[in-house]
């Protein structure tokens, strides 16, 4: 079921977009538009902001917080490409991977792009991004955005990532994927009633088994790229079924993998016992609904990212 919207009103976050700009001159640009800048923020609390006051986020240096439903959608900063607004639960997947300048990433469902423009940035526009997307539609929709962002660095590709050929030697130094492929959508806040007669429900419970296949079947193809050092899964789901339950089978199977320990300061984690993961929510993050885990091949002692 959707999350009910009544009563929730998200900050809304602002990912500064360092391929075009720097935090400071954001920072700046918004002062002298009016806006007053009360530093970095230290707690959850400080997220909670009245109308024209904005913060720099404690977890994501890239990202200021405004108030709920502060409108940019027309400002110069976000037409220039200079700010993207994207959720600040949607920014950890990118972060979390953090792919270096010069390596071989895959972004496997990639539209409408804003976790690609965010690993283009962190890359520096360096190294090779390549992204999918079986929907031609949403593609056409992310190179613009792309394309607005700065972003050089990427191949865009109309193709189903389950058929894409793990030994195709354009692939081989692939070490970094991200994997954000479609879910319930469960986590997304959105207004509307909640109502479910028995045949309403057996018929989310058969959906979201069919995605929770999609989504197992994605992570297992994404470990077989010969060169892959680490994934990271992420869904925009509160269920389970499609976040632990899939991150659980695909270790399962995979036993050269194991889960990293993402982000201690983070409070919410995955759920017991795969609290190496990470969670988001309207309550606890005041963000989305979300799931985050990043998995890496074994090699050597255990590491904790970032
Ligand atoms: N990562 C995107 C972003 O941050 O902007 C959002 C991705 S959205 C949650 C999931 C995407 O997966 C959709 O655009 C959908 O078209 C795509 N998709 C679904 N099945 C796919 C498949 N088999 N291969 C590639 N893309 C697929």
């Known amino acids: 079921?959707?999350?009910?919207?009544?009563?929730?009103?998200?900050?809304?976050?602002?990912?500064?977009?360092?391929?075009?700009?720097?935090?400071?001159?954001?920072?700046?640009?918004?002062?002298?538009?009016?806006?007053?800048?009360?530093?970095?923020?230290?707690?959850?609390?400080?997220?909670?902001?009245?109308?024209?006051?904005?913060?720099?986020?404690?977890?994501?240096?890239?990202?200021?917080?405004?108030?709920p439903k502060t409108e940019?959608?027309?400002?110069?900063?976000?037409?220039?490409?200079?700010?993207?607004?994207?959720?600040?639960?949607?920014?950890?997947?990118?972060?979390?991977?953090?792919p270096p300048s010069n390596s071989h990433v895959i972004d496997a469902c990639a539209a409408p792009g804003n976790k690609t423009s965010h690993m283009a940035a962190i890359m520096k526009n360096k190294g090779k991004l390549f992204a999918f997307d079986l929907d031609a539609k949403r593609l056409s929709t992310m190179s613009t955005l792309l394309l607005r962002a700065g972003v050089r660095c990427h191949q865009l590709?109309?193709?189903?990532?389950?058929?894409?050929?793990?030994?195709?030697?354009e692939f081989k130094d692939v070490e970094y994927i991200l994997l954000d492929p479609s879910c319930s959508g469960s986590g997304m806040v959105c207004l509307g009633k909640d109502t479910s007669?028995?045949?309403?429900?057996?018929?989310?419970?058969?959906?979201?088994?069919?995605?929770?296949a999609f989504q197992l079947r994605c992570l297992n193809h994404a470990l077989r790229f010969p060169r892959l050092q680490r994934v990271v899964y992420s869904t925009c789901s509160v269920h389970a079924e499609e976040n632990?339950?899939?991150?659980?089978?695909?270790?399962?199977?995979?036993?050269?993998?194991r889960l990293v320990h993402l982000f201690p300061?983070?409070?919410?984690?995955?759920?017991?016992?795969?609290?190496?993961?990470?969670?988001?929510?309207?309550?606890?993050?005041?963000?989305?609904?979300?799931?985050?885990?990043?998995?890496?091949?074994?090699?050597?002692?255990?590491?904790?990212?970032?």
Request: proline letters at 4%.
């Open 72 to 98: 940019f959608h027309e400002h110069f900063l976000y037409k220039a490409g200079h700010i993207i607004l994207q959720d600040k639960a949607s920014c950890l997947p990118a972060f979390l991977l953090n």
């Open 157 to 169: 590709a109309n193709r189903d990532f389950l058929k894409v050929d793990t030994g195709d030697p």
């Open 265 to 306: 300061q983070w409070q919410e984690r995955g759920l017991e016992p795969l609290t190496q993961c990470l969670r988001a929510s309207t309550t606890k993050t005041l963000t989305h609904g979300f799931f985050v885990a990043l998995l890496e091949r074994h090699s050597g002692p255990v590491t904790t990212a970032p």
């Open 1 to 67: 079921s959707v999350q009910q919207a009544e009563g929730v009103h998200l900050p809304r976050y602002v990912r500064v977009n360092t391929l075009k700009t720097t935090v400071e001159d954001a920072v700046d640009y918004f002062k002298r538009d009016g806006f007053s800048y009360l530093g970095e923020a230290i707690r959850l609390d400080d997220l909670n902001l009245k109308a024209k006051s904005f913060v720099r986020d404690m977890h994501l240096s890239d990202l200021l917080v405004f108030a």
């Open 244 to 257: 632990e339950k899939v991150v659980a089978a695909c270790l399962q199977q995979n036993p050269g993998f």
């Open 197 to 212: 007669s028995p045949d309403q429900e057996r018929e989310r419970r058969r959906r979201l088994a069919n995605l929770a």
